[in-house]
């Protein structure tokens, strides 16, 4: 007969090895840490919230992965665009690449612009309050060390100040080597405004941007529809099935966070 503390310990033993028999074969156990965790309405984490994990910075003047002033860097779980490493700007645009591309795809995340100042010898007044996310953009590995932008359909952020009365919309659409099809016209300007309402301070905004290959695109902010256009293409006609996605440093400090993407099955 077991003494009861070796019946005890049997008991314990047994009832753990059953709790672990009840994983299905070949399935892991999701943990807190898991990042790429799809949500309940299928969307995975870009941005673990904690370092740079799956981005990759290309700044202008520099190579692929050289970003020593920090330019882009992880705090308080956000990705945060600062220049306090800066001396001047110099015309030194940044983009922080996810390491996949995508082709079809609803990408989601909050932005906000931190403050009213920029860098001393900002690039010009378009530059305040300015930032992007572009899409469909060339591999980073492909851009030349001075070049600006990367060739892709760049959803341009804009902020505006408390006190300053002048509407600004958000969600454009910048085509830096770029063009698209809007209303069956090709567009070939470089900036085209959206018909979002104006965002001011440092506020949190929603952005999403719904991408079928080269069939449609469509922003919307805080759940508005605010632009929508066909057939994204380069300067030469060839349409843009996919690309990469980044985030842009454009000489205004930003932060960005709730980086989300769900994968569309076309």
Known sequence: MLKPTCFLWSLFATL?????????????????????????????????????EGWTPKIKGLELGEDPKQTFRVKDGVIQVNYDKYDKFDRQFGHLFYNTPYASYILRLEYRFIGEKQIDDNPGAWAYMNSGVMMHGQDPKTMGKDQDFPDSMEVQLLGQAEAVEAERSTANLCTPGTHFVQNDKLIKAHCNTSSSKTYRGEQWVKLEIEVHGSKKIIHRVNGETVFEY?????????LLEKGSISLQSESHPCEFRNIQIKVLEE
């Open 230 to 238: 066909e057939q994204p293409q380069l300067n030469d006609g060839t």
């Open 16 to 52: 753990l090895f059953l709790a672990g028999c009840s994983q299905v074969p070949g399935q892991t156990l999701a943990s807190a840490d898991d990042d790429d965790k799809a949500t309940d309405d299928g969307f995975v984490t870009l941005f673990n919230g904690k370092d740079l």
